[in-house]
């Protein structure tokens, strides 16, 4: 069965204590009597760039890079209602800082995944959250030894060729993301005088704007 990192029991107490003074900020119909709520399973968070992508190296190990934050799973009267995210800029667990919390359906998402894995995966990997962001991806990263592989619990509708709650080997899963369109950002242009501008205009590429409300530090 899959295994995870697992956290000092001070620093969960510390995330814990942050998010029961938040996340009933986040709702609009509290009560004196509000429902039991706990965290649950606690996963480091990792990130794949585009740029890791397009090396040609399928070796998800060397690719992704740590983002210090970790992926806990808030269960509100015994489903899985949010999720939090938090930080500790120094080795004292007493300075973990909750800097993200997400309600609606993502923790939903993670845990179908979880479900999955627990259920399908007969080997004993270590889980981390990988996050694709130039993809919209999330998925759980399947470490075991040297192999790992992915399974994606949210992913856009246009990416046809990848489907969630199905395992991919690293090799798998990047040959399909290089093939793929993804999120495209601001590219900085040099001055133009207004003429050029003027005269350039039909010639420029157009590049969409992406806004995404990332919880309460977003």
């Given at each position: 069965m899959?295994?995870?990192?697992?956290?000092?029991?001070?620093?969960l107490n510390t995330i814990a204590k942050q998010v029961g003074r938040l996340y009933p900020s986040l709702d609009n119909n509290v009560t004196q009597c509000q429902p039991s709520a706990e965290l649950t399973e606690t996963f480091p968070v990792w990130f794949?760039?585009?740029?890791?992508?397009n090396t040609g190296n399928d070796n998800l190990l060397e690719l992704a890079q740590d983002t210090l934050r970790w992926h806990s799973q808030i269960w509100i009267d015994g489903e899985p209602k949010g999720v939090a995210r938090a930080i500790a800029p120094s080795d004292n667990t007493s300075h973990w800082t909750v800097r993200q919390?997400?309600?609606g359906d993502f923790a939903k998402t993670v845990d179908d995944a979880i479900r999955w894995v627990d259920a399908e995966i007969e080997t004993d990997p270590l889980v981390q959250i990988l996050e694709i962001p130039t993809f919209f991806i999330t998925a759980l990263w399947l470490i075991d030894g040297q192999e790992s592989s992915v399974v994606i619990a949210k992913l856009p509708e246009n990416l046809q060729r990848l489907s969630p709650l199905v395992q991919y080997s690293s090799e798998e899963f990047l040959e399909v993301l290089r093939?793929?369109?993804h999120a495209i950002g601001i590219r900085n242009e040099p001055s133009?005088?207004?003429?050029?501008?003027?005269?350039?205009?039909?010639?420029?590429?157009?590049f969409n704007v992406l806004s995404i409300d990332t919880g309460i530090d977003g």
């Open positions: 899959a295994h995870v990192q697992k956290l000092p029991d001070d620093a794949l760039s585009i740029d890791a992508i919390i997400l309600k093939q793929e369109p133009r005088s207004p003429r050029q501008d003027k005269q350039n205009t039909s010639e420029r590429e157009t």
